[in-house]
């Protein structure tokens, strides 16, 4: 019988653009237009600047093409590819699987858009290693999850990145069926990733997409020199599947493959901060609208959740990326601004002692009732009953199971182009925000996409692409 990876690697080979359905080429724009934003804005982040700095500080393997990051740099392929997927996570506003877990455009976006200026792909190609990414992100991360991430402690970026983004690039490199049955298996041999950094906020989740890109790029470089993978990686006994799961579910790999599209199910988000954390910040947002709420006329928050949640709880948190895991402090800092639209509005709120005061008011309660909801439903990892008490005597509550931008209750293109352009703000882009997210909803028809990231002045970035790429060689 022929084993999961070789049906997957032979899907990969066989999918085209021409026959991919229209809604799901719409939804993998979609997922283009939003991580395009996240890089843009990271490229004025300090993240974005460190990783930068890193690269010149310790510079790779110069030969080869000289590519376009945001921002206007240009480095080496795989350092630039390095560079944006920090931009593109700097900002935690990236898009997201609630079963497969983790942040596929972080790393596959920013990896296509690198290695499709070397390869002088065009918008259709691109397009389709995209979906190729993505569909290999959502399947092979439902074979572990929501285990692997709830209760292991992997993380899905980087465990199941790797080998979408083996996926992603074996189908720009145009791999046949055995190179990419061998590269995908040598992708899932040798994932990893850990979430510990939720605990103290270091900077293992800025760090995540870049390790799926750089095993990425080794398995498809091994399996070109004909070094193989494994037959039965996913399912085997000593398998993928098993290895990183309570629960595996390794036929989820091929099931329905071919005749559903899964990236239709990706959510986006719109608070900057950890996806477990919006149900809870949409639930505060929509008592702050319709009660006129306030920081000052507010007595208490309870929150009834389960302790999936629950384990976020850290009502003064140290760092930006500690607060971008703090239910208590995400909560207050929309309490008081009516959004958390991006990292920025955090960290000033890191200065603000009024924010911390208000979290202080916010208690969790683990709740039977929330318990049973989510084992009923457990995709709704996330859910919360909010209850506010005012200090005129009143009490108000609401429910969220699922927060804004699922794909039960999505952003149109207009609140994503919106949201495109906001997160360009104070940055070079913003001039260009509106054209940007134009050509963006048209990827398909751009000759050269890396373009993009020099949209003030493509006459001279078509040369300056030929003279870098003539320095490389």
């Not at 004025?44 to 740099?73: M, N, Y």
């Not at 285990?147 to 199941?160: A, H, I, N």
Request: with cysteine.
């Amino acid at each position: 019988m022929t084993g999961l990876v070789q049906r997957l690697a032979d899907f990969l080979v066989e999918l085209h653009y021409k026959n991919i359905p229209n809604k799901t080429l719409d939804s993998a724009k979609q997922c283009i237009l939003d991580s395009t934003g996240n890089m843009l804005y990271g490229c004025c982040t300090a993240v974005g600047e460190k990783a930068k700095a890193h690269i010149k500080a310790f510079p790779g393997d110069a030969k080869g093409s000289l590519v376009f990051v945001p921002g206007g740099d240009s480095f080496p392929a795989d350092d630039a590819a390095f560079i944006s997927t920090l931009m593109a996570r700097s900002s935690d506003l990236d898009d997201g699987h609630r079963v497969a877990m983790g942040h596929p455009s972080s790393f596959l976006i920013p990896a296509v858009m690198t290695y499709g200026q070397v390869m002088n792909a065009n918008g259709k190609e691109m397009l389709t290693a995209v979906i190729a990414g993505y569909e290999t992100y959502i399947r092979i991360g439902e074979t572990i999850n929501p285990s692997s991430y709830r209760e292991r402690g992997f993380e899905s970026t980087s465990v199941t990145g790797s080998v979408a983004c083996t996926a992603a690039l074996g189908k720009l490199y145009n791999l046949d069926a055995a190179q990419m049955k061998d590269a995908l298996g040598l992708a899932a041999t040798f994932t990893g990733g850990l979430i510990e950094y939720q605990n103290d906020g270091s900077m293992g989740k800025v760090l995540s997409g870049a390790w799926a890109i750089r095993n990425a790029k080794m398995s498809l470089q091994l399996a070109l020199s004909g070094f193989t993978g494994p037959e039965a990686i996913f399912e085997g006994k000593k398998g993928f599947a098993q290895a990183f799961s309570n629960h595996p579910k390794p036929e989820k790999a091929v099931a329905e493959l071919g005749s559903v599209f899964k990236i239709s199910e990706i959510y986006f988000k719109a608070h900057a901060c950890m996806r477990g954390l919006h149900c809870a910040i949409d639930a505060v947002l929509d008592l702050r609208e319709r009660f006129h709420l306030t920081p000052e006329n507010i007595d208490s928050i309870i929150v009834y959740t389960t302790p999936f949640v629950g384990r976020l709880s850290k009502p003064c948190p140290r760092t930006e990326i500690s607060a971008q895991n703090s239910l208590e402090f995400t909560m207050a800092v929309a309490l008081k601004n009516g959004h958390i639209a991006s990292e920025r509005v955090l960290a000033a709120a890191m200065k603000q002692s009024d924010v911390f005061a208000t979290a202080q008011k916010i208690k969790l309660v683990m709740d039977p009732e929330v318990s049973a909801f989510v084992q009923a439903h457990p995709s709704c990892w996330g859910s919360v009953r909010v209850s506010v008490g005012t200090k005129d005597g009143q009490t108000h509550e609401t429910f969220v199971s699922l927060p804004r931008g699922e794909a039960e209750n999505p952003f149109s293109w207009e609140e994503l182009k919106q949201k495109f352009c906001r997160m360009t703000e104070n940055t070079p882009y913003q001039p260009y925000a509106s054209e940007l997210a134009e050509r963006l909803a048209h990827f398909e028809e751009l000759s050269a996409p890396g373009n993009l990231y020099h949209p003030w002045n493509e006459s001279r970035i078509t040369h300056n692409r030929r003279s870098s790429h003539k320095k490389g060689r």
